[in-house]
């Protein structure tokens, strides 16, 4: 198994422009996670999904973030319009049960 | 106060020595997870834990769910074992709290 693939690994945009963030979870895991991780706030939950519907998500943090899961194996969290603020790395997991795997993680910087 | 507590923040070696990395926690969970992240690097789950210990090549974690605390242990440390150490813990069916994380440097 490849793991939990996200693309891209960078991304480099201007503000206002839309950012799209990709995850293919692992074949099986019925969970989907999209957390952002920044230095001051370290690891935030934004959006969980279970068998493709979103369950939980308080943590996206304004109309300017959206998911979506349209199968099992797909997953896009979008920016737009996109700010400085929004740098940060993010990162997809997926699991079954507990058994948890993170994707390798997109590092967007909005400049 | 977090609910997740990690100590030390910072912790620097001498390769070979032992190590060990601590996390208190004030909710009920039903697991709790060690990750490790490399500098730049991705976030890799070391262990899950609901109960007792558990041993993995030169890395141990226990976990006393009456005091509310795990441990991390590394055995014979190498400068590859320099990373971030994160423990999470599930407080329901999905949602976790993830501590601040360690910062290991081990020094060849």
């Known amino acids: 198994d490849a793991g939990v693939i996200q693309s891209p690994r960078h991304e480099v945009t201007e503000m206002g422009q839309e950012v799209t963030l990709r995850c293919k979870p692992i074949?099986?895991?019925?969970?989907l996670f999209w957390y952002r991780q920044t230095m001051m706030r370290g690891l935030e939950l934004l959006i969980y999904f279970n068998n493709n519907v979103p369950i939980d998500d308080s943590g996206m943090p304004e109309d300017r973030f959206s998911a979506k899961m349209p199968n099992a194996s797909f997953s896009t969290l979008k920016i737009q319009p996109s700010e400085p603020r929004d740098s940060a790395v993010y990162f997809c997991a997926s699991s079954l049960s507990y058994s948890y795997t993170f994707g390798s993680g997109t590092r967007l910087t909005v400049v | 106060k977090n609910e997740v507590e990690q100590s030390p923040q910072n912790l620097t070696a001498q390769e070979g020595e032992f190590i060990t990395i601590n996390c208190s926690y004030s909710v009920g969970i039903s697991a709790l997870h060690w990750l490790q992240q490399h500098p730049g690097g991705g976030i890799v789950s070391l262990f899950m834990l609901s109960s007792g210990k558990k041993k993995h090549g030169r890395l141990i974690a226990t976990i006393n769910i009456q005091e509310k605390h795990s441990s991390l242990h590394i055995t014979a440390s190498h400068p590859r074992d320099s990373a971030v150490y994160i423990c999470a813990v599930a407080s329901g069916t999905y949602k976790y709290i993830f501590g601040t994380g360690t910062r290991l440097k081990v020094l060849a």
């Open positions: 074949s099986g895991h019925n969970s």
